[in-house]
């Protein structure tokens, strides 16, 4: 399956984009999963890649399956 290219012109990437280079916390919910808070360290058009502990490999997370992303603190 063919995704669209990420468009940086969408205020929802841009925010994304701002929150990684912020290295801001947040908390996303995902259907069907308890809730997972970490850091954004990068975003795809299929995935957000969250560090849930410093030195600790990223939990890739599919787009399709996020209900919310806050910001925290």
């Known amino acids: 399956m063919e995704t669209a290219p990420l468009d940086p012109s969408l205020p929802g990437v ?3 984009q701002s929150w990684i280079r912020e290295q801001l916390p947040i908390n996303i919910d995902v259907i069907g999963s308890e809730r997972i808070e ?7 058009q299929e995935f957000l890649a969250i560090e849930r ?3 600790t490999r990223p939990t890739l997370i599919n787009r399709r399956q996020i209900t919310v992303i806050r910001v925290l603190g």
């Open 14 to 16: 841009r925010t994304l």
């Open 38 to 44: 970490g850091r954004l360290i990068w975003q795809d």
């Open 53 to 55: 502990r410093p030195a």
